[in-house]
């Protein structure tokens, strides 16, 4: 992966973070919840197609999208924040070079070969 694909997430992961500091939200909670999303990786224990459907659902911008679009009409803070701690764990992630994955194994994503030699090793 390229230097300018690292840095657009990390600027992506920096916004996120300067919008939950806006919106007032806990940094308890941030600090609780902002490995949560990879509890979709137990979806791997059975086996590598549902392991990367599950941990896909989760990791795709569509998911903190759409909960943030609840949460603002729903006029609900805490479901604005939880979208914003997944923002900015996707953001992460990418940054680190942590990609979707494909359903040959977790160490294939759509932004390399995660380990040595690969994206994010």
């Known amino acids: 992966m390229t230097l300018l694909l690292r840095l657009e997430y990390a600027a992506l992961a920096i916004a996120a973070l300067v919008a939950y500091q806006l ?3 806990s940094w ?3 600090a609780i919840l902002i ?3 990879d509890l979709s990786m137990l979806g791997y224990l059975a086996g590598p197609k549902v392991g990367a ?3 896909n659902a989760v990791h795709t911008w569509l998911a903190p999208v759409a909960l943030w679009l609840v949460g603002m009409a729903a006029g609900s803070l805490l479901v604005v924040h939880l979208a914003i701690i ?10 680190l070079g942590y990609g979707l994955k494909h359903e ?6 759509h932004l390399g070969r995660i380990g040595k030699g690969g994206a994010a090793g």
């Open 23 to 25: 919106s007032g939200g």
């Open 28 to 30: 308890w909670l941030f």
């Open 53 to 55: 459907w599950c941990y």
């Open 86 to 95: 997944l923002a900015a764990h996707i953001a992460i992630d990418r940054a």
């Open 104 to 109: 040959s194994g977790f160490q294939d994503t």
């Open 35 to 37: 490995l949560a999303p």
